[in-house]
């Protein structure tokens, strides 16, 4: 069967998650992925869909909070998802790089392989540092970002978008933490989320 879905990185990265907030997890949590299995080749959904994905050359690791998989070259990948674009969605996620990225060759953090209507998350794509890509619409979404370069620290991203007639809406919050006590030096992203209604964080500071 054919993977839709991949989470992909080109370097060496360490991806973790952080529960979203859905105003109604039941109907509004499309996918969380904790990434806190701490081994094993499964990585499981723990929102009412209940996704499993198989994991590709990562390895299981200390996060943010809890486990985290750390990617050199591997990915998690999911048979189709059966998930239809919303109308709107928040995605959130955390990230580290193991090195500096201020430009180079294209990575992708959330890939569909056969393009479509999801989300790719990618850097360095198009001329574009940090972005977001849907296939339908054939243009790179840039993040809202003062940041020319991510060094390798942990990154919390919430993206937050709603598609309208004629394209979509995009305002990222992107906050970079202060380094946690004995994390290792590699690129993470502590969960991921992606819920289908547009949450608006009080707290987050748009940099």
Not at 124 to 135: E, I, P
Request: proline share 6%; charged share 25%.
């Amino acid at each position: 069967m054919k993977k839709l879905a991949y989470f992909l990185v080109a370097v060496t990265f360490l991806m973790s998650c952080v529960l979203a907030y859905a105003a109604d997890p039941e109907k509004d949590l499309l996918i969380y992925l904790p990434f806190d299995e701490g081994q094993g080749n499964k990585a499981e959904d723990v929102s009412p869909n209940g996704f499993v994905g198989d994991v590709k050359n990562a390895k299981w690791v200390e996060g943010v909070v809890g486990q985290a998989l750390h990617f050199k070259g591997g990915s998690v990948n999911f048979d189709p998802l059966k998930i239809d674009q919303p109308k709107e969605m928040t995605i959130e996620f955390w990230f580290k790089p193991d090195d500096k990225i201020e430009g180079g060759n294209r990575i992708d953090l959330l890939y569909r392989l056969n393009g479509g209507g999801r989300p790719h998350i990618t850097f360095n794509r198009g001329g574009v540092l940090f972005g977001f890509y849907f296939a339908t619409l054939g243009v790179e979404l840039e993040a809202v970002t003062n940041y020319d370069a991510f060094e390798p620290e942990w990154y919390y991203s919430s993206d937050r978008r709603a598609r309208r007639q004629r394209g979509c809406i995009l305002t990222e919050s992107l906050i970079p933490k202060q380094k946690p006590v004995g994390m290792h030096a590699w690129i993470s992203v502590p969960k991921v989320c992606v819920s289908q209604r547009v949450r608006v964080t009080p707290t987050s500071s748009t940099v």
